[in-house]
């Protein structure tokens, strides 16, 4: 049952918004080692999030509808470009490591290389933390990969820092509860686990 006395409470607290730990990493592509934006360069994120479409049915004067495909919602990202470690390098590196290959020496069959999901996966975890900083929950995207990225712009008016916005598209998002059981109810945190190994039963 809900707290109503939650806002009165000493102990009351939500989650904030700048407390978080966002890491983006990629399998380099040479030996077991990753590549990643540095956590303390990302400045801002986006939480997934999804859309349910819908299907209608008419009948005389009335329209009725219902819930179809459940689609998740591109996830973007934010990156302070620093000089050391280079962002931008970092953002490049990870191209490369996709396999995109730039058109030199089309005769060469190592320039016909192309992109494939399995090289652009993009490994994502976010999570949400308290005051102490001990994760609170964390979001894991699935076969996350770069869709799109704004480098932004230079400009002699302006003296705030560089940085670039990096998009991700996926198949789907899991959320895990890392602090206690959210005030969940046993039914709905079996539920969440079904979502974390979906088609799973979990007892």
């Known amino acids: 049952m809900a707290n109503k006395n939650f806002w009165a409470s000493e102990a009351a607290e939500a989650k904030r918004k700048y407390r978080y730990i966002l890491r983006v990493t990629k399998d380099s592509g040479v030996g077991p080692t990753n590549t ?33 495909r459940l689609t998740w919602n591109d996830v973007s990202f934010t990156v302070v470009d620093a000089i050391n470690p280079d962002s931008t390098g970092i953002l490049m590196g990870m191209l490369a490591a996709s ?16 992109i494939s999901k399995q090289s652009s996966i993009i490994h994502f975890t976010l999570q949400s933390i308290d005051a102490s900083g001990d994760p609170i929950d964390e979001w894991s995207l699935k076969n996350a990969w770069i869709t799109s990225t704004s480098l932004g712009e230079f400009d002699y008016t302006g003296d705030d820092l560089m940085s670039f916005d990096v998009t991700l598209k996926y198949d789907y998002a899991t959320y895990e509860i890392k602090k206690g059981t ?13 979502l974390e190994n979906p088609g799973n039963e979990v007892t």
């Open 36 to 68: 990643g934006f540095e956590e303390w360069l990302i400045s801002k994120v986006t939480r997934p999030s999804f859309s349910i479409s819908e299907t209608s049915h008419s009948y005389l004067n009335h329209t009725f509808y219902f819930p179809g």
């Open 99 to 114: 396999g995109y290959v730039l058109p030199k020496n089309v005769a060469d069959n190592s320039a016909k290389g192309t």
């Open 182 to 194: 959210g005030g969940l109810t046993s039914k709905q945190t079996k539920q969440l686990k079904k």
